[in-house]
């Protein structure tokens, strides 16, 4: 069960948050061995938590979680008393109950990184490689905090994918339900004005018609429209269909360089964090792999990480992969000569982002007259059409 307290501590500071309790009493007795002394405690509405809170852990969860202990763990508090405080005062109930599992499991023997790899849904192979390595080194603390760092860039990099989405497709769906509005109620109630005429222009029985499809067939147009987005939605989940989406994006001219430059900064800012954890080359590219989303550069990325386990340097077997144009490929020629790969992983990375913020702005920028211009140019269209057919009335017998 899921408790909400308020509670005072020994020095009389208020403090409120959440725990979870098999009965309100045993929820008292952990408040009173942590310190603290509750004044009101209720249960969670299970009803309420599912309408207002997800059950899911979010990458921005993840990414406070793992920040949080960076923190705890500088401090100097322990891993399992870092997880029983972040799970009592801060986190929300599908991370509390994480939490809990993960704190269990270290209390019962097991390291930090075999308790995270019960829950792949959540924590990936090079998260989880990355705590093993920094639990073997005695250097968790910096480990989370890279995590923390590389976690934020990829929250920051979905949030702007999202804006740059988010004002075209407000702006495309006004403009169909403009459409819709037009078609179903504005030309239906102007076609008695046409009841009698003949030889109507060509653009007028043009609107007459569409307009009276779209009146006789807008319920299955509207089915057609559900049945669409499901159908898109079930394929989306498809390996085979995904491949196919994935492998046109990198054909499209402006949506490859995105998508690239995408690949490219989970790539190597995944690399850069395994080579400073100290992983093998080999592994690390292996590891850093699994960052790719594209099926089909990460074949690629297979193939050049197979030909480095072969003997060959890492520089050439990358060139060949899309991800790595000229100018870097030369930047990791000096880093493999010099012996400072990680430095020139993490400079790829940022000057990745650099770029890719650019391309987000340029598109935002265009797509924001377009997506007006289209909607103007439609619409517009429609009301001259309707326009000339009323003034075409005196040519017209009716």
Same mark, same amino acid.
């Given at each position: 069960?899921?408790?909400?307290? =308020?509670?005072?501590?020994? #020095?009389? *500071? /208020?403090?409120?948050?959440? &725990?979870?309790?098999? !009965? ?127 976690? =934020?860039?990829?929250?920051? #990099?979905? *949030? /702007?994918?999202?804006?740059? &989405?988010?004002?075209? !497709? ?144 890492? !520089? ?83």
């Amino acid at each position: 069960m899921q408790f909400q307290y =308020k509670a005072y501590d020994n #020095l009389g *500071a /208020k403090n409120q948050g959440e &725990l979870e309790a098999d !009965s309100e009493q045993k929820a008292i007795a952990e408040l009173e061995k942590n310190g603290l002394f509750a004044y009101e405690i209720k249960v969670v509405s299970e009803k309420k938590s599912s309408l207002f809170q997800s059950k899911k852990i979010t990458l921005a969860d993840l990414e406070f979680l793992t920040s949080e202990l960076s923190l705890l763990l500088e401090s100097g508090v322990r891993i399992d008393k870092g997880l029983d405080i972040i799970r009592r005062t801060k986190a929300k109930p599908a991370l509390a109950k994480l939490l809990t599992d993960i704190s269990q499991k270290i209390k019962k023997g097991n390291n930090l990184s075999t308790a995270c790899r019960d829950h792949p849904e959540i924590f990936d192979e090079l998260y989880c490689n990355l705590i093993e390595l920094g639990e073997a080194s005695g250097n968790l603390s910096e480990v989370f905090a890279d995590l923390a760092k590389d976690l =934020k860039f990829k929250r920051s #990099l979905r *949030a /702007k994918i999202i804006s740059s &989405l988010t004002y075209p !497709s407000v702006i495309f769906f006004v403009c169909l339900l403009s459409i819709f509005f037009i078609f179903n109620v504005i030309i239906p109630k102007m076609a008695t004005m046409f009841s009698g005429a003949t030889d109507l222009p060509w653009y007028t029985q043009f609107m007459l018609d569409t307009s009276a499809w779209m009146v006789n067939y807008q319920v299955w147009l509207i089915i057609g429209f559900f049945i669409s987005i499901v159908g898109i939605k079930f394929l989306s989940s498809t390996v085979k269909f995904k491949a196919w989406w994935q492998k046109v994006c990198l054909n499209l001219p402006v949506i490859a360089k995105a998508v690239i430059t995408v690949e490219r900064i989970r790539f190597n800012s995944g690399l850069a964090m395994m080579i400073k954890a100290g992983v093998p080359i080999d592994k690390a590219l292996s590891l850093s792999a699994g960052n790719i989303r594209n099926l089909s550069l990460q074949r690629e990325m297979e193939i050049a990480k197979q030909k480095v386990k072969r003997g060959s340097a890492l !520089s050439p077997a990358l060139k060949q992969t899309s991800i790595y144009p000229a100018f870097y490929v030369s930047l990791l020629e000096v880093g493999e000569e010099s012996g400072n790969l990680e430095r020139v992983f993490d400079e790829i990375a940022n000057r990745s982002r650099d770029d890719f913020e650019s391309w987000t702005q340029k598109m935002t920028t265009l797509l924001e007259p377009l997506m007006i211009l289209f909607m103007g140019g439609f619409v517009g269209g429609v009301v001259v059409i309707m326009l000339l057919s009323m003034v075409s009335m005196n040519d017209i017998g009716v």
